[in-house]
């Protein structure tokens, strides 16, 4: 009888590991590729959005003055491996009467300084809020030597504007650089 029972057990066991290994779904897959990648990556951090707050802004004759730089190098110091682009893009909020002036690689106290912002938009956003938008020419960059520009952002906060309408206003600045690589 003990046998009998044995062996019932042993082919309940069997007919269970069937069913078990019928029903669990299974997936393999094999590839083979010989392709070249015609595509490089370039050393560039990946934030590349930048905000000044104004806050502590008054009207005054003299403007406010922001420096900053782009460079084809990461923080590390690691190079660029590709020729690459970058588009510049100063986004402000408009609750101030602000004026914009925005110098490359010169001294904006030189008479011969030209302010590079090529286009000068007001326009609202999705939610109806309104941003100025100041462009500039594309900028390029090689990859066989650290390449920097420097800028400087103009800020001016006329003293006509010393109503204490302005008092409590609050204005930011942000700064976009959008790179790519150059192909």
């Known amino acids: 009888m003990y046998v009998f029972i044995i062996v019932f057990l042993l082919i309940d066991l069997l007919a269970i590991l069937i069913m078990i290994n019928t029903s669990n779904a299974r997936y393999e897959s094999t590839a083979v590729s010989n392709t070249e990648l015609e595509i490089a990556l370039y050393a560039l951090e990946e934030d590349d959005t930048y905000t000044i707050s104004l806050d502590e802004m008054v009207p005054r004759e003299d403007p406010y003055v922001y420096r900053f730089t782009v460079t084809n190098t990461d923080k590390n110091g690691n190079l660029s491996e590709v020729r690459l682009y970058y588009d510049l893009k100063i986004i402000a909020t408009t609750n101030m009467h602000l004026n914009y002036k925005l110098?490359?690689?010169?001294?904006?106290?030189?008479p011969s300084a030209t302010s590079i912002v090529n286009l000068d938009i007001v326009a609202a956003d999705a939610d109806g809020t309104f941003f100025r938008t100041l462009t500039t020419s594309r900028e390029y960059f090689g990859y066989q030597q650290v390449e920097t520009n420097e800028y400087t952002l103009l800020?001016?906060?006329?003293?006509?504007?010393?109503?204490?309408?302005?008092?409590?206003?609050i204005e930011s600045i942000q700064i976009n650089i959008d790179s790519q690589q150059a192909v």
């Open 155 to 169: 800020v001016y906060f006329p003293e006509s504007f010393s109503d204490s309408k302005y008092q409590d206003l």
């Open 103 to 110: 110098y490359k690689n010169q001294n904006y106290l030189s």
